[in-house]
């Protein structure tokens, strides 16, 4: 799925819609195991740590550390011309997940890795909003 | 079977012509591959009992190895398809490999290509492109290819103070190789000043730090080492092979600085019984230019974070301490997509048949492949060698 504009619209599945609907509240929501307190993101049917299905969902405190990133100069489709020089960057939670993001809401030139960040976001239509990172 | 050490060996292996070869489609570039491995190995087809291919993006089918040996009107006993991305070749000679010394099947023939280059739209290769990662947690970000190999590059610098001119290093070692292979798309020699001047990709990769979009096919044919003698040309054995995977999608990767390269060639190395000092010539995934950098310190060649500096001073270079990637890798040779590794193979197998010519590994006796899907995500060492054992 795509937006007019072209840029992927995550379709939720029964598994990921906790989060989605967080997302669409500005909540990011993350696992974590009722049995050893693990937490995990993505989402899924058990603790990876100790394979309990008891999961819940938690609000994660959306602070979290660039782990690494990258500043995109030749976009991945037309979609995302008009934001090169865009930065995809890996960061870390602070309850110890990593996840997918873009830094946003400063030049890519002033990321660098370990940068203490904060989760923010789009709304990308109606329905789904994508969170993003954006220096603390 | 305690292990597969010296039990099979390859005898056949060849490569279409690859780069720019508009007049052939993808399932012909399969199918002739096939031809000229079978040709090498001085078989018919009728005798390959066993199939294995990789599906193509320009013209997939629902079972592609069944076409293919439908299209070839051969009629295997064990017929396999599987599409893994860049380390797909070595993990299936593995189970071929193994297919083979357990007797479900005597020969096997294995045909990969594509013309990702000259068979695929405008469109369909934004599509192609655009389809890798996650499609909920990593797709909305946009990133393309080269950005999540770049995620793996600033970490490496980050953490060992890797430097752009030496992932450049990697990229004019390939071509300088590929200047002697009359077969490689790109010939013309570069150096390191080229490789920082091409266009930004995603920082800190270049135009010349990642790999090319090509056309082309090779094949091997394998069989029991026992066997093996009764074929055309001098055999090369499998000494060692061993896989590890650690991911799938790139923002779950348990490391960005050590991969599954680590306990595949740990695997590989037990099996053959020899370590990285043994190796005569090694051809390594090279689909960005810090992938080579770090398979070079997973695999043993030197410590963790030194492969910045191992890279330097010509080092990979024929004439080095350790020749990488002698026909050219996917930054040179050619990159048709899924059977960028088997090109490693057939190279492989011409340097320890001692066919190379002016870019032959003088005394070359033990090769080392390695392939990788994904992004760093599946990994295969494979160790061959002329002797059997
Ligand atoms: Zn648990």
């Not at chain 2, 720019?20 to 009728?46: C, F, M, N, R």
């Not at chain 2, 899907?373 to 494979?382: A, V």
């Amino acid at each position: 799925m795509a937006t007019p504009a072209g840029k992927p619209v995550p379709v939720p599945t029964r598994e990921t819609q906790p989060y989605w609907e967080g997302c669409r509240k500005h909540e990011l929501r993350i696992q974590k195991c009722v049995a050893c307190g693990h937490y995990q993101f993505y989402p899924r049917l058990y603790c990876t740590a100790c394979m309990s299905e008891q999961v819940e969902w938690v609000r994660a405190s959306g602070r979290g550390k660039v782990l690494s990133f990258t500043i995109v100069y030749r976009p991945v489709s037309p979609a995302f011309a008009a934001d090169v020089p865009y930065v995809v960057a890996l960061v870390t939670l602070e309850e110890g997940p990593q996840m997918m993001c873009n830094i946003v809401g400063c030049p890519p030139e002033q990321v660098y890795i370990g940068m203490p960040v904060q989760v923010t976001f789009e709304d990308r239509t109606e329905e789904i909003s994508i969170p993003h990172f954006t220096p603390v | 079977m305690e292990s597969l050490r010296g039990a099979v060996a390859i005898v056949g292996a060849a490569d279409t012509e690859v780069g720019v070869v508009p007049h052939l489609s993808a399932t012909q570039l399969y199918v002739k591959a096939a031809k000229l491995a079978l040709e090498d190995a001085g078989i018919t087809k009728d005798q390959v009992d066993g199939l294995i291919t990789c599906n193509s993006f320009v013209e997939p089918y629902l079972y592609h190895a069944e076409m293919i040996a439908e299209y070839m009107q051969i009629f295997p006993r064990y017929c396999l398809n599987v599409a893994t991305g860049g380390g797909t070749t070595l993990a299936i000679m593995h189970h071929a490999a193994s297919a083979i010394a357990t007797g479900i099947c005597h020969t096997v023939l294995i045909t990969m290509a594509d013309n990702m280059l000259s068979g695929l739209s405008r469109d369909k290769a934004i599509e192609v492109m655009s389809t890798a990662g996650h499609a909920q947690f990593e797709r909305p970000y946009g990133p393309p290819i080269p950005a999540f190999y770049a995620l793996l590059a600033q970490a490496h610098m980050h953490a060992y103070g890797t430097t752009s001119e030496q992932f450049a290093a990697v990229a004019v070692a390939c071509r300088k190789h590929a200047a002697l292979n009359p077969a490689a798309q790109m010939r013309q020699p570069i150096t390191i000043e080229d490789v920082l001047n091409s266009k930004m990709i995603a920082y800190p990769l270049h135009l010349l730090d990642c790999s090319l979009v090509s056309d082309g096919g090779a094949a091997i044919v394998m069989t029991a080492a026992e066997r093996a003698r009764d074929f055309r040309k001098k055999p090369v054995y499998i000494l060692g092979v061993g896989e590890g995977h650690s991911h799938e999608h790139i923002s779950q990767a348990r490391s960005l600085t050590t991969s599954a390269a680590k306990e595949a060639g740990e695997r590989a190395y037990a099996m053959a019984g020899v370590g990285p000092q043994d190796v005569d010539v090694a051809e390594l995934y090279d689909c960005f230019t810090p992938v080579v950098i770090i398979e070079l310190e997973d695999l043993g060649f030197c410590p963790k974070g030194e492969g910045g500096r191992f890279v330097e001073g010509g080092r990979i270079e024929l004439g080095g301490v350790l020749p990488v990637n002698t026909h050219g890798g996917l930054m040179s040779h050619c990159h048709p997509g899924h059977p960028g590794s088997l090109f490693s193979v057939t190279e492989a197998v011409r340097q320890l048949r001692g066919e190379c010519g002016p870019r032959q590994v003088d005394g070359a006796e033990i090769a080392l492949v390695h392939g990788q899907g994904g992004i760093m995500s599946t990994h295969c060492t494979m160790i061959l060698a002329k002797e059997r054992s």
